[in-house]
């Protein structure tokens, strides 16, 4: 079955500009979530999406906001980007319940956004 | 604070010996850890979760502990191959309930396996 795809693969954006990132999940896959990956602060969680509410948050400034759309689609939007915005954006998604349930948590292979 | 910790430096094996990587926490209570792989560029892959009641998993070349007393978790994998090296991160839940899928990770550990 075709895994988690994310678009677009690669962007460049400028200062102030605000970008949204598309995320389709495994067929069958409710659960959303999404993290920002940077080579100092590492892998950081986002938020998580369920049946197009937000489950969790991390601690991430108002800037950053995500939705997903019944077909479990999400997308994740980064207003007034700022030069520490630059990060590889990765979407995972699983079957309802977590992973402790023993569903698999698989993850797309990223958007990287270049802020400049 | 709370943290997970994992050895920051790169780790080099020969090939054909058993690799074994190491992750910490603190002020943590998991349900359970996990361990992924990620290839430069690519996002991460589940290998193995394990549950604070299980001492031991294996799969495969693979076999990750899980020690709630000294909060720490130990990955191997036997007969090393050069495909093996990769960055491996540790994550896991911080409710503590798995009911959800928020993950804190660790910042990996770099394989290098070498001919």
Redesign the interface.
Known sequence: KAGVTQTPRYLIKTRGQQVTLSCSPISGHRSVSWYQQTPGQGLQFLFEYFSETQRNKGNFPGRFSGRQFSNSRSEMNVSTLELGDSALYLCASSLAGGSASGNTIYFGEGSWLTVV | SQKIEQNSEALNIQEGKTATLTCNYTNYSP??L?WYRQDP??????LL?I?ENEKEKRKERLKVTFDTTLKQSLFHITASQPADSATY?C?L?PSG????????????TRLAVHP
């Open positions: 349900a359970y996990q560029g690519r996002g991460p892959v589940f979760l549950r991160l994550a839940d309930s798995g009911g959800y899928n928020k993950l804190i990770f660790g910042a990996g």
